[in-house]
């Protein structure tokens, strides 16, 4: 807590722009080529009226990698989150707010804005602000005081919270087909006035148009489609075909029963390699055998006995993997009867029936149940 009181920044990385001092770990002296990318973040914010998600889209265009990146790419920082394991290093809305609001770059060092409430099960919480410590001018500013507050100003501005307290239906099911990335729900005005909803690839509306195309779909026809998907599934759960396919899965089940067979014959020559071990002990001390001879029938019989082990260990995957493909189909089977006469979609039934959907360009989709895909 000294340290903090006192200024020195005691934190494992410092913020984009600023590096520890080589002689002074608990000094930051500032890092010339990210400290310009900061600069142009506020100058853009202040001077040229850009919004943060503008700013992202410049960013990006520029090929300008984003903090983690930066980190890892060009300081070989030991730094890690989960952008490192995905390689995506490209700059987002709340990344840039997060700079335009950080007093570092004034010459401030403001720590203790979380605390671990429990050792035991390492859980951290907020603090609240008045008890954050804060202590000016302890490192060269990047940003001017007078800039930095007219970007504060304008952060403000800038904040739109939605506080509906409704969850859409499609909340974190939808996905865009290429990037991988969240599809983000958007609201537009037809030529009659009418405002419809829609979902458009987040990577191309928040980080560029360079990164990503649109992907648009109208939740109208994304609606439609999947209500015909699911009914489509449940005519088919009506069909004789089907009731064979599943039938067919339980005969497999009838005719792998030798599985067991198998199992206990191997189970028995493990049983006897075994013996035939120890008597090979008694040999070798009662001078039957040679050291070598021992040695070498050990070996042998050893890799016998393991080889005959990982047969049982495969029958007994098999076996789980059998039973798992008869219980998930019976579930989603039962799943889908339930909804036999639906007429709508609801949250409760698309989190129950559907795992995520893709939504690809041309306006298709595709969908992955909990069970299968289609």
């Known amino acids: 807590m000294g340290e903090r009181k006192n200024g020195e920044f005691v934190g494992a990385f410092p913020s984009y722009g600023y590096i520890k001092n080589p002689n002074d770990n608990h000094k930051l002296i500032i890092d010339k080529e990210a400290a310009k990318i900061v600069k142009k973040i506020f100058e853009w914010k202040v001077n040229d009226g850009l919004g943060n998600l503008s700013i992202c889209h410049r960013l990006n265009d520029m090929g300008i990698l984003n903090p983690t990146g930066y980190k890892k790419e060009k300081l070989n ?215 070598e001879e021992y040695l070498q029938y050990k070996q042998k019989y050893e890799q016998d006995i393991d080889k005959l082990k990982q047969i049982i260990n495969n029958l007994n995957n098999q076996q789980e993997k059998q039973e798992e493909i008869i219980n998930v189909n019976s579930l989603w089977i039962e799943d889908f009867k339930k909804h036999k006469n639906i007429t709508g979609l609801d949250r409760d039934i698309i989190s129950e029936l559907i795992d995520y959907i893709e939504v690809h360009e041309n306006k298709k989709i595709t969908i992955h149940f909990k069970f299968f895909e289609f």
Not at 111 to 128: A, D, F, L, N
Not at 168 to 197: F, P, Q, R
Not at 258 to 264: A, F, R
């Open 77 to 291: 920082q030991n730094y890690n989150n989960s952008q490192i394991i995905s390689k995506n290093y490209s700059w987002c809305p709340s990344t840039v707010r997060k700079i335009l609001k950080n007093d570092i770059y004034i010459g401030n060092v403001t720590q203790g804005k979380r605390r671990v409430k429990s050792y035991k099960v390492h859980k951290v919480e907020q603090v609240p602000k008045e008890e954050w410590i804060t202590v000016e001018n302890m490192h060269e500013p990047i940003i001017e005081k007078e800039l930095f507050e007219k970007a504060q100003r304008l952060n403000k501005v800038d904040t739109r919270v939605q506080n509906s307290g409704n969850l859409s239906i499609w909340a974190g099911k939808l996905k865009c087909a290429d990037c991988g990335y969240a599809m983000h729900k958007k609201y537009c005005k037809n030529k009659t006035g009418a405002v419809y909803e829609y979902y458009i690839c987040g990577t191309y509306r928040k980080k560029s148009n360079k990164l990503c195309t649109k992907h648009t779909i109208k939740v109208e026809n994304l609606e439609n489609a999947v209500l015909e998907a699911i009914r489509y599934h449940i005519e088919l759960i009506d069909t004789k075909e089907l009731l064979e396919q599943i039938d067919e899965f339980s005969i497999k089940k009838l005719e792998n029963d030798n599985v067991e067979d198998i199992k206990q014959k191997r189970e028995k020559e493990i049983e006897k390699i075994s013996n035939l071990k120890m008597c090979l002990y008694e040999d070798w001390k009662n001078a039957y055998i040679t050291k």
